[in-house]
């Protein structure tokens, strides 16, 4: 089933489950799940999930700096927990269809 | 570098981006003036629009020639975006995107019925019925109507600081374009269509914006966009001009003499600057928000009269250079916010 959905869709129901991930669990599972493998598809997913923490429905909770280099070097990992609002509008968008 | 200073140059570097897209919008709105006002003497609208006055009047004639004129800006747009798709390698989440009316898409499609027939017809009606001018100036006041409602709907927030930077470019605004709105205004009796024409652009973008924002909450900007586009392409070619054509209009003959080289070149353009600057647009919201994505893209009217001095030779009156002021101190009070205001855009 994976896949076929816009992507912040499936961002959201990841986050559904209410746990906290880092950015770089849910962007190599989309990547995975999209075929999007190149760094900018890399890019471009994690470019949707500031989007969706802009918007209020991710709460940005941890950072930490990559030192090892598990998603990019010298940058920020972000780790994200949903909100009740992206609880809303994740299930108006997806929940229907699960 | 420690994580505190690193989290601050991260969000520093996405408001900034924000407005960037945002400034870029405006420049791209501003030169689509130009083809937007050398379409209107080139064949076929000129003949069609001097034929159907001839028959209907100027008035229905202008509403009319807008009409096709506005339909062949979408198709540009239309096709601009499918490249700008293609180039960011989205046609897949163009079609997901699509598929998912019931959640998404259809915020979309009731943001083309506000931008598309409403504030662009709109603007045209103002600009037959009462002037350029004044139809410049009621286009201005739309990041009121969007921020205000970005509020009460889905409570964006709204800095003091931020209220107080789209005042002060609204101002501006009126500035630039006063002096001819005073012309207009004493040069005889106004008609209340060409009020309500200014009404429904100050409206119909405003709610466009706020409209988009609950789709773009769930989707990325490059497929929003252009299913905003194919909306007002489905409202244009497949109802409206349709039901002009069957109302006696001569749409469809005038529409297919448009294959004229310098014809095609000029929409082309302005299919091109208008489509990025919605693509600017757009990418601005997620970023800063509509009210302030709005409010910099409003600088439009600043970049207009830069455009259409440079390439029209127009000289500006001094209104509109102090109004032109005003518009560059009210982006600079939005620019210089306090970045950390702006981590999220909503109230927990």
Redesign the interface.
């Known amino acids: 089933m994976s896949g076929n959905r816009p992507i912040k869709f499936r961002i959201l129901e990841l986050f559904l489950d209410g746990k906290e991930y880092w950015n770089y669990e849910i962007v190599s599972k989309i990547q995975e799940e999209y075929g999007m493998n190149s760094n900018y598809g890399r890019d471009s997913i994690n470019f949707d999930i500031i989007e969706l923490a802009s918007g209020g429905m991710l709460k940005d909770v941890e950072q930490k700096v990559d030192e090892e280099g598990i998603y990019k070097k010298d940058f920020l990992l972000h780790k994200y927990v949903i909100t009740d609002f992206g609880k809303v509008r994740g299930s108006d968008a997806c929940l229907r269809y699960v | 570098?420690d994580?505190k200073a690193?989290?601050k140059q991260?969000s520093k570097r996405?408001i900034s981006k924000g407005y960037m897209w945002a400034l870029f919008c405006a420049v791209f709105w501003g030169i689509w003036y130009l083809p937007g006002t050398v379409v209107w003497v080139l064949n076929p609208f000129d003949e069609m629009y001097l034929s159907i006055a001839k028959v209907s009047g100027d008035g229905v004639s202008l509403v009319v020639t807008a009409v096709l004129i506005t339909a062949f800006n979408a198709l540009t747009v239309m096709l601009a975006l499918i490249l700008w798709n293609g180039v960011l390698?989205k046609y897949?989440?163009l079609g997901?995107?699509l598929k998912?009316f019931h959640?998404?898409s259809k915020w979309f499609f009731l943001a083309s019925i506000f931008g598309g027939p409403i504030a662009i017809l709109g603007s045209f009606i103002a600009m037959g019925f009462i002037g350029g001018a004044f139809a410049a100036v009621a286009a201005l006041l739309y990041p009121v109507v969007g921020s205000i409602l970005a509020y009460y709907w889905y409570g964006e927030k709204i800095s003091k600081r931020a209220a107080l930077g789209i005042g002060v470019i609204i101002i501006g605004g009126i500035t630039i374009f006063g002096g001819g709105l005073l012309t207009e205004l004493s040069s005889g009796t106004v008609p209340w269509i060409g009020y309500l024409g200014g009404l429904m652009a100050a409206a119909g973008w405003g709610i466009e914006g706020a409209i988009a924002g609950k789709g773009?909450?769930?989707?990325?900007p490059d497929?929003g966009l252009t299913l905003r586009f194919l909306g007002e392409n489905i409202i244009w070619w497949i109802i409206i001009i349709p039901l002009l054509a069957l109302f006696g209009f001569p749409m469809y003959s005038f529409a297919l003499q448009v294959f004229e080289p310098l014809t095609m070149l000029v929409l082309i353009f302005a299919g091109i600057t208008f489509g990025f600057c919605y693509v600017c647009w757009y990418k601005s919201f997620?970023?800063i928000g509509v009210g302030r994505g709005q409010g910099i893209g409003n600088l439009y009217g600043m970049f207009a009269i830069i455009f259409i001095f440079l390439f029209f030779g127009d000289v500006p009156q001094w209104t509109i250079l102090v109004g032109g002021t005003l518009c560059i101190i009210g982006s600079f009070v939005m620019f210089t916010e306090e970045a950390s205001a702006l981590?999220?855009?909503?109230?927990?």
């Open positions: 570098m994580l690193l989290k991260e996405k390698g897949g989440e997901r995107t998912e959640p998404c773009l909450d769930i989707s990325e497929a997620p970023l981590e999220t855009l909503r109230g927990e």
